[in-house]
């Protein structure tokens, strides 16, 4: 009887774990977005922990700018909630993903295909949706001691936001040179930008909103 009490138990605890795919602040934010009641002429800003850390309707109080940035996420944990993303048929969306794919050992390819599944996904749900699709943004190793396994992916984002440009005329959506914006001579994020090498400060969000301003505005 113990026996089949333990392996039930068990059972269920790898079901679980099998379940739960993404971290709990994952599932926590994804509730509360799906929770959210829909507005007219939202602008999404979807993206992981650097875009969750915007306080994107004080950087755009003139639109209705939505932030739907989960820390850690990447293109299948937004694939796995996109349906709350195109339910309110924004007027625009702003992705940016791929870094913590990179740092999870995905490689470019598996970005590429989960990005283009995104992007069709969002044309066939809301057509009259604009896609804006960012770059990655680069790294500072010089700034802080963690996130070793994102610095290291350097090159690796070089290389990804090369694809990504092919990608969005492809799909005929706006690429932003977002990493363009953030990087210094050597190609690393400027350290004014940044607290910790990969997320950014107050002075980082204010020169991204000057980026996206007019693709904000753009009618």
Same mark, same amino acid.
């Given at each position: 009887m113990k026996k089949t009490i333990f392996f039930l138990f068990l059972f *269920? *605890?790898?079901i679980g774990s099998a379940q !739960? !795919?993404?971290s709990s602040h994952y599932y926590k934010l994804k509730e509360v977005y799906e929770n959210t009641p829909n507005t007219e002429d939202e602008i999404i800003f979807l993206g992981n922990s650097?875009?969750?850390?915007?306080?994107?309707?004080?950087?755009?109080?003139?639109?209705?700018?939505i932030n739907r940035g989960i820390s850690g996420d990447v293109s299948?944990? =937004?694939?796995?909630?996109l349906d709350e993303i195109t339910a309110s048929k924004p007027k625009k969306v702003f992705l940016m993903i791929g870094?913590?794919?990179?740092?999870?050992?995905?490689?470019?390819?598996?970005?590429?295909?989960?990005?283009?599944?995104?992007? *069709?996904?969002?044309?066939?749900?809301s057509p009259n949706t604009r896609i804006y699709l960012q770059e990655v943004l680069p790294y500072n190793p010089t700034v802080g001691?963690?996130? *070793?396994?994102?610095?290291s992916n350097q090159q690796r984002v070089i290389i990804l936001n090369k694809r990504l440009k092919k990608l969005a005329r492809k799909n005929k959506v706006k690429i =932003?040179?977002?990493?363009?914006?953030?990087?210094?001579?050597?190609?690393?994020?400027?350290?004014?930008?940044?607290?910790?090498?990969?997320?950014?400060?107050?002075?980082g969000y204010k020169h991204w909103s000057k980026v996206l301003r007019k693709y904000v505005h753009q009618k």
């Amino acid at each position: 009887m113990k026996k089949t009490i333990f392996f039930l138990f068990l059972f *269920s *605890s790898i079901i679980g774990s099998a379940q !739960k !795919k993404y971290s709990s602040h994952y599932y926590k934010l994804k509730e509360v977005y799906e929770n959210t009641p829909n507005t007219e002429d939202e602008i999404i800003f979807l993206g992981n922990s650097i875009t969750e850390g915007g306080n994107w309707a004080q950087m755009f109080p003139n639109v209705n700018a939505i932030n739907r940035g989960i820390s850690g996420d990447v293109s299948d944990g =937004i694939l796995n909630r996109l349906d709350e993303i195109t339910a309110s048929k924004p007027k625009k969306v702003f992705l940016m993903i791929g870094t913590n794919d990179l740092a999870h050992g995905k490689t470019e390819e598996y970005i590429l295909t989960n990005t283009e599944l995104i992007l *069709s996904r969002i044309k066939t749900a809301s057509p009259n949706t604009r896609i804006y699709l960012q770059e990655v943004l680069p790294y500072n190793p010089t700034v802080g001691k963690k996130f *070793s396994g994102h610095k290291s992916n350097q090159q690796r984002v070089i290389i990804l936001n090369k694809r990504l440009k092919k990608l969005a005329r492809k799909n005929k959506v706006k690429i =932003i040179n977002t990493h363009k914006k953030f990087r210094n001579r050597k190609g690393l994020l400027i350290r004014e930008f940044t607290y910790d090498g990969l997320h950014l400060n107050a002075k980082g969000y204010k020169h991204w909103s000057k980026v996206l301003r007019k693709y904000v505005h753009q009618k």
